[in-house]
C-alpha cells in the first residue's frame, strides 16, 4: 500500500483506501482501522465497515470535518487510539485530517515537545496549518 504513512510502531496513516487495501493492511499485520471521514464524503467507501470486519479488523469511523477543528471529536479520536487493537490505520479523504489526529495522540502519549511535533509532522509531510494539529498547538503551546 503505497500511500501510507508509518507515525510510529503503533499508528499509521492514509487517503482514502479501497476494500483491497482494508484486506491488504489485516495482511500486513494492522489490528484496527479508524476512518474520520463523514459517510457523505465523495469517494467514501460505504461498506468499509463490513469489509475491514470480514478482513479481522476492528473498525470505527469518527466523522471529523478537514477544514475546521473539533476538540470534542479530536480527543474522541484520541481516545479511540488509545483503546483500540494496535497497530491502527488511520485514514482519511487525502491524510491529512489523519496525520493531524495521529500526530496529536502520538504526541501527547509520547509527551513530545513542539520541537518534536514539528520535527514528527515534516517526516510524514504534515502542514502545521492542518487544522485539527493547528488547535492542539495552540492550545497546548500558546506562545509558539
Request: proline share 5%; net charge negative; with cysteine.
Amino acid at each position: 500500500m503505497a500511500n501510507i504513512k508509518k507515525v510510529s510502531d503503533d499508528l499509521s496513516i492514509a487517503g482514502q483506501i479501497s476494500s483491497k487495501e482494508l484486506q491488504q493492511a489485516a495482511n500486513d499485520g494492522f489490528k484496527s482501522v479508524l476512518n474520520l471521514r463523514f459517510p457523505d464524503e465523495a469517494g467514501f467507501l460505504t461498506d468499509e465497515q463490513q469489509q475491514a470486519k470480514a478482513a479481522g479488523l476492528e473498525y470505527v469511523n469518527i466523522s471529523v470535518k478537514p477544514s475546521e477543528a473539533n476538540p470534542e471529536l479530536t480527543q474522541k479520536a484520541i481516545q479511540e487510539i488509545d483503546n483500540l487493537p494496535k497497530p491502527i490505520l488511520v485514514h482519511c479523504a487525502g491524510g491529512a485530517r489523519a496525520g493531524g489526529i495521529a500526530l496529536i495522540a502520538e504526541a501527547i502519549n509520547q509527551g513530545f515537545t513542539y520541537e518534536q511535533i514539528v520535527q514528527k509532522a515534516q517526516e510524514i509531510g504534515l502542514n502545521l496549518e492542518q487544522p485539527h494539529l493547528k488547535q492542539f498547538l495552540l492550545d497546548k503551546y500558546p506562545l509558539k
